[in-house]
């Protein structure tokens, strides 16, 4: 029987937010709102720069890069959770689950990578303005891009293999909506110590790491930035660091705020509301930040539906 009992399972049950019946249309409705918000604001995002020629520099390629990653990164999530909520179920099979933890740990990797190659212009071209053109040229871009997507697939590779490592046990409730990796680990029934090695070793270098480039890079900005000698040049360097500045926060925020209410409570609740900050909320608010507070993006997204209105109208005639 204990050889029985440790085995790879067929299923896992998501617990999500609550099994009350009548709070099941709201919980859809409001998930189903906020992804439809989050792939067509990036979406928009990615049109208003493929279309204004004017948006073709680094800032906005690696943008456009954010903004399809954190499309994907929802929905590795958010359609399986409304399709459990739609058919009343909480089952999720292993091999789906697997899939999950594979494509959430690369997408997840690809903003953090994303977000501090973003950082990077931003010091170079601040910081080094005569020279930005030769710094940040296309290839660099690419490249920079091509190696962030590289170490995320390697890694979330790496982790996915020592998941497939462990065996299972019992009753296999994950405290959240989707398949978290940590959570995923703690219900094996077989050793899970190269597993938590692997998560905390890779989390300070792929976490840590790109941090610390940014801290770096806005620690020169903030001194180049000190060094100009007209209040309007100072709000206009700065202003430019504004949005990512605003992002970075949410996502480091959030990201951390999942991993302290995950080991300082054990509701499901709880853990779910957490990762629902980083999983959807900051996808969701990224194109208004960007939006918002960019003349860019704003005249770019006027032009895109104006274009698009006046095609309609021919197309009507």
């Not at 085995?7 to 709201?26: A, D, I, K, M, N």
């Not at 990653?69 to 292993?94: A, G, R």
Request: positive net charge.
């Amino acid at each position: 029987m204990a050889q029985r009992n440790l085995t790879r399972p067929s299923e896992f049950l998501l617990l999500g937010f609550s099994e009350e019946p009548e709070l099941q249309p709201l919980v859809f409705g409001l998930f189903l709102s906020m992804y439809l918000i989050t792939v067509f604001g990036n979406l928009l995002i990615i049109l208003a720069i493929s279309s204004d020629s004017q948006l073709h520099t680094p800032m906005y390629f690696f943008l456009s890069n954010l903004s399809f990653v954190d499309i994907c990164f929802t929905s590795t999530t958010i359609p399986k959770m409304l399709w459990n909520t739609y058919i009343q179920s909480q089952v999720i099979t292993y091999e789906a689950c697997i899939i999950q933890v594979y494509f959430l740990m690369l997408f997840a990797g690809l903003d953090d990578f994303l977000l501090t190659v973003m950082a990077y212009d931003r010091f170079a071209a601040i910081c080094h303005p005569l020279y930005y053109t030769v710094i940040m040229n296309p290839k660099v871009c690419r490249i920079l891009v091509l190696v962030s997507w590289a170490i995320s697939v390697l890694h979330s590779l790496l982790q996915t293999l020592m998941v497939l490592r462990l065996s299972f046990c019992g009753e296999l409730e994950v405290p959240h909506y989707f398949c978290e990796l940590n959570q995923i680990v703690q219900l094996a029934c077989s050793d899970s110590f190269p597993n938590d090695l692997v998560i905390y070793i890779t989390a300070v270098l792929l976490a840590g790491g790109p941090l610390t480039g940014i801290f770096y890079s806005y620690a020169k900005i903030a001194s180049s930035i000190h060094r100009i000698s007209s209040a309007q040049g100072k709000y206009k360097a700065f202003s430019t660091c504004v949005s990512h500045l605003s992002v970075v926060s949410l996502f480091y925020c959030t990201s951390l705020g999942v991993y302290v209410s995950s080991a300082a409570t054990h509701s499901s609740q709880s853990s779910a509301t957490a990762s629902m900050m980083y999983t959807v909320v900051t996808p969701m608010l990224n194109p208004f930040i960007y939006s918002l507070r960019n003349r860019d993006i704003k005249r770019a997204l006027k032009a895109f539906f104006r274009i698009a209105a006046i095609k309609r109208t021919l197309v009507l005639r």
